[in-house]
C-alpha cells in the first residue's frame, strides 16, 4: 500500500506561483510513475503532470506546458512548481502513483486527498 499526503496548496495572486508537495508513505516511488492531477468545481478531473521514477522522463498536459515543473528528489517526494499562476488554475490538486506515467487518471492506483489551489484575478 501507497499513502500520498500533498500539501502547499493555497491562495494566490494571478502570476503568482505555488509549490505543491506529495510525500509517500508505505513505499518508495522507485517503480513507479506519480503524476498531478486537478478538478475544478463543476468539471471533470483533468491530468497536469507526471514523471518516471526510473529516467526522470516527464510529461505535461499542454495548459500547463512551460509554466509547471514537476520534479522528484527521493525516493518518497515529488514537486510540482507552479509558476505565472492564472485564475483557470483554480483546482484541487491531486498526486497519483501507479505503475506507468499515463495521461488518465484509471492507470493510478493510488491517490492522495488533494489540495486546494485558487488563484484570483
Known amino acids: 500500500q501507497v499513502q500520498l499526503v500533498e500539501s502547499g496548496g493555497g491562495l494566490v495572486q494571478a502570476g503568482g506561483s505555488l509549490r505543491l508537495s506529495c510525500a509517500a508513505s508505505?513505499?518508495?516511488?522507485?517503480?513507479?510513475?506519480v503524476g498531478w492531477f486537478r478538478q475544478a468545481p463543476g468539471k471533470e478531473r483533468e491530468f497536469v503532470a507526471a514523471?518516471?521514477?526510473?529516467?526522470?522522463?516527464t510529461y505535461y498536459a499542454d495548459s500547463v506546458k512551460g509554466r509547471f515543473t514537476i520534479s522528484r528528489d527521493n525516493a518518497k517526494m515529488v514537486y510540482l512548481q507552479m509558476n505565472s499562476l492564472k485564475p483557470e488554475d483554480t483546482a484541487v490538486y491531486y498526486c497519483?502513483?501507479?505503475?506507468?506515467?499515463?495521461?488518465?487518471?484509471?492507470?493510478?492506483?493510488?491517490w492522495g486527498q488533494g489540495t486546494q489551489v485558487t488563484v484570483s484575478s
Open positions: 497519483a502513483a501507479g505503475s506507468r506515467a499515463s495521461y488518465s487518471g484509471r492507470e493510478y492506483d493510488y
Open positions: 508505505g513505499r518508495t516511488f522507485r517503480s513507479d510513475a
Open positions: 514523471i518516471t521514477w526510473i529516467g526522470g522522463n
